[in-house]
């Protein structure tokens, strides 16, 4: 599937579509959503990779329907400081489109909802009572804990000291790639492909494999 | 809320050639990218063995001593 000059999602059973805000308040919790995915053998997938355009959010769609998986973070659904000041809507606009399309096809879609307290996606979004959330507290090692929850390997469990060195790792490497891409922001698509290629470099050097 | 039924993840790694290529990373920055990694887990492991040495083994007198 390379349409619309989409980077390929291959193989689709390895990617998870990972749906959170682009602040610098989330930088901790994005390293740790990047090295707890790719220490489960998957690769990270973002709306950051698709460019802006008249048909990014047909873009959008193709990323979200190529991904076998895909994690939702509600916990910055608020108001922006920026003026006007406006509710945060495309995380749930996002994970609406998820849900919709693991109705139509429920096998091929598996869709994961983490929030920093259960509680406020119950007052939120009270459509997703009775559906999984994962609970991170707003920290690092939440984000990660709550990932080992979600997933399981078959033949091994990453320990979570393997998990924290990962995220270590990239938090340093972040300032550097910042510079190599000559990025102002982490959430800059170079940027985000680095993390990920780096991040599953140090994973198989932890795991030793 | 209902029993979680965690996700179960088959198969192993992709190369890191078809990441590589699944992002569209180049070559050249592959290269550099897996360089700067080993050196950073070469350093933690120098780290780490450092302070796991018997403290008999360690070479304190490099370190200058205090008058």
New interface residues.
């Given amino acids: 599937m390379i349409a619309n000059g989409l980077v390929p999602v291959e193989p689709p059973g390895k990617a998870v579509f990972l749906n959170f805000p682009y602040d610098q308040q989330f930088v901790p919790l994005y390293l740790a959503y990047i090295a707890g995915v790719c220490s489960y053998q998957l690769i990270p997938r973002v709306a950051l990779e698709v460019p802006g355009g008249q048909r990014r959010l047909d873009r959008i769609i193709e990323l979200i329907l190529g991904c076998r998986y895909s994690f939702h973070d509600l916990s910055r659904v608020e108001l922006d400081l920026r003026r006007p000041r406006t509710p945060r809507m495309n995380m749930p606009f996002e994970l609406g489109l998820t849900v919709m399309a693991s109705y139509q096809n429920p096998k091929e879609h598996t869709w994961c909802v983490f929030e920093k307290d259960y509680r406020r996606v119950l007052k939120s979004l009270g459509d997703l009572a009775g559906s999984d959330v994962y609970s991170h507290g707003g920290r690092p090692k939440g984000v990660l804990r709550q990932i080992a929850n979600a997933l399981v390997l078959e033949n091994r469990r990453p320990e979570m000291k393997q998990l924290l060195a990962v995220h270590q790792y990239l938090t340093k490497l972040l300032p550097r790639t910042l510079q190599a891409r000559g990025a102002k922001s982490c959430y800059e698509a170079s940027v985000f492909k680095d993390l990920v290629y780096a991040a599953q470099r140090a994973v198989k050097t932890v795991l030793g494999t | 809320?209902?029993k979680?039924q965690?996700?179960?993840?088959?198969?192993?790694?992709?190369s890191?050639d078809e990441?590589?290529r699944?992002?569209?990373?180049s070559r050249r920055?592959?290269k550099?990218?897996?360089r700067?990694?080993?050196e950073?887990?070469r350093e933690?492991r120098q780290h780490l063995s450092k302070w796991n040495t018997p403290r008999k083994g360690r070479d304190d007198r490099k370190r200058p001593r205090a008058r």
């Fill in positions: 809320m209902r979680r965690p996700i179960v993840i088959k198969g192993g790694f992709l890191d990441v590589a699944m992002l569209g990373i920055r592959q550099e990218l897996d700067i990694t080993e950073y887990f933690q």
